[in-house]
């Protein structure tokens, strides 16, 4: 039986506390709306109020994407295992076709609503050149430019909503 894709989930990004979700449940949670409120409330108010909607995302609920940390400081040397998967954002944009590219394990929309979280399956050992490798993959086949932040192996990842 193959391994479950687990990542850590917080309340929020200052929570110390964790719990390890896998996958299935992280898809769950942005298909069923486990974060609903937050994020529509945030998306309403994203252009007339940034710093309310900072404030709703700084408080919603989040997950490493691309990994499992020990309790405490959600820090790279933190992590406790990498789980074979990199998370790509594409901030100001919707682009279905990447919902079908050859890469995409799972995609959704951001929390804000106005761009897309694209999660691909990766050698965990070769984290950064995946980053690498996949940034440039998206320009030369979409023209879309991926956010460099994503080369955080610990970088955290609101949950959204995304019934789709």
């Known amino acids: 039986m193959a391994t479950k894709i687990q990542m850590s989930l917080y309340d929020n990004q200052f929570a110390k506390a964790k719990k390890d979700i896998d996958i299935e449940n992280y898809i769950g949670f942005i298909q069923h709306g486990a974060n609903q409120d937050a ?10 109020d940034p710093e309310k909607y900072k404030k709703l995302k700084m408080g919603s609920k989040c997950v490493t994407g691309s990994a499992v940390l020990n309790e405490g400081e959600k820090t790279e040397k933190n992590i406790k295992s990498l ?15 990447l919902k079908y590219d050859k890469y995409s394990y799972v995609t959704h929309r ?9 999660f691909v399956r990766i050698n965990p050992d070769k984290f950064e050149d995946s980053f690498n490798g996949l940034a440039q ?10 956010d460099q932040a994503c080369k955080n192996k610990n970088r955290l990842r609101y949950l959204s909503y995304d019934p789709d």
Request: net charge negative; charged share 20%.
């Open 39 to 48: 994020v529509i409330q945030a998306r309403a108010i994203k252009a007339t």
């Open 83 to 97: 789980n074979g998967l990199i998370v790509i954002d594409i901030d100001g944009q919707i682009n279905e076709e």
């Open 110 to 118: 951001s929390f804000g609503g106005d761009g897309m979280c694209i």
């Open 137 to 146: 993959y998206y320009y030369s086949e979409y023209n879309v430019v991926i």
